[in-house]
C-alpha cells in the first residue's frame, strides 16, 4: 500500500495548483481517498474526499466552489484541483486513503494510509 503525492508548488494569491496521488496495493477494496493539509502549528485538516466506486465527494467550507476532487480509475490516481488560491492555503497537502466504510470523510482519523506530502506555498 502506498501513495504517491505531487505537483505542489509555489504560486501566486488567485493562480492554480493540481495535486496528484496515485495509490498502489489497494486492487479489489472499496476504497476512498481524501486530501488534508497541515498549516505550520496548526492541526491536520481534511480539504476534500472522494469515493472511488461512485465518485461521491466531499469538502470542507473552506474550499467549497475553489477546489475539485477528481479521479482517473485507470491510472489509480485521485487529483485535486486548486483555484483561485489564497495565502491561507499555504500548508503541506497530504494524500489519504482507507477502505470499507467510510464515515466522516474529513477526518483525520477515517484513514490509515498517508503519503509523504507536497507542499503548497501562496503568496
Known amino acids: 500500500v502506498q501513495l504517491v503525492e505531487s505537483g505542489g508548488g509555489s504560486v501566486q494569491a488567485g493562480g492554480s495548483l493540481r495535486l496528484s496521488c496515485v495509490a498502489s496495493?489497494?486492487?479489489?477494496?472499496?476504497?476512498?481517498m481524501a486530501w488534508f493539509r497541515q498549516a505550520p502549528g496548526k492541526e491536520r485538516e481534511g480539504v476534500a474526499a472522494?469515493?472511488?466506486?461512485?465518485?461521491?465527494?466531499y469538502y470542507a467550507d473552506s474550499v467549497k466552489g475553489r477546489f475539485a476532487i477528481f479521479q482517473d480509475r485507470a491510472k489509480f490516481t485521485v487529483y485535486l484541483q486548486m483555484n483561485r488560491l489564497q495565502p491561507e492555503d499555504t500548508a503541506m497537502y497530504y494524500c489519504?486513503?482507507?477502505?470499507?466504510?467510510?464515515?466522516?470523510?474529513?477526518?483525520?482519523?477515517?484513514?490509515?494510509?498517508w503519503g509523504q506530502g507536497t507542499q503548497v506555498t501562496v503568496s
Open positions: 496495493g489497494f486492487a479489489g477494496s472499496n476504497l476512498y
Open positions: 472522494i469515493m472511488i466506486l461512485g465518485a461521491t465527494t
Open positions: 489519504a486513503a482507507d477502505r470499507g466504510t467510510i464515515g466522516d470523510a474529513l477526518n483525520v482519523g477515517q484513514y490509515a494510509y
